[in-house]
């Protein structure tokens, strides 16, 4: 019943700024993490960007000082803000979700993903 619908993705230049979207709706008791992963061609799915329940974030080393993960809890959506992009940062980027329902507290759901390219 959960779902993650994303947004944003799309072909920018080598220097450009993209915004990613994710809303999540269904039978979400809570929110323990929302993540961004992404997959180059060729390449294994990596974790880019996550904001925990409590608000703390990561990054992956690659993307620190350029993209930058935000909520918005009374709409349960996350945004990845990418800015000096680099043709390197292309790939798929998935949404993914850490919730709990009222019979289990650790659940995940990922969405489709959304396509990025950098162009150099």
């Known amino acids: 019943q959960v779902q993650l619908v994303e947004s944003g993705g799309g072909l920018v230049q080598a220097g450009g700024s993209l915004r990613l979207s994710c809303a999540a709706s269904g039978n979400i008791l809570c929110i323990n993490a929302m993540d961004w992963y992404r997959q180059a061609p060729g390449k294994q799915r990596e974790l880019v960007a996550r904001?925990?329940?409590?608000?703390?974030?990561n990054y992956a080393d690659s993307v620190k000082g350029r993209f930058t993960i935000s909520r918005d809890n009374a709409k349960n959506t996350v945004s990845l803000q990418m800015n000096s992009l680099r043709p390197e940062d292309t790939g798929v980027y998935y949404c993914?979700?850490?919730?709990?329902?009222?019979?289990?507290?650790?659940?995940?759901?990922w969405g489709q993903g959304t396509l990025v390219t950098v162009s150099s």
């Open positions: 993914h979700l850490k919730y709990c329902q009222p019979v289990s507290d650790s659940l995940d759901a």
């Open positions: 904001i925990t329940g409590g608000g703390s974030t």
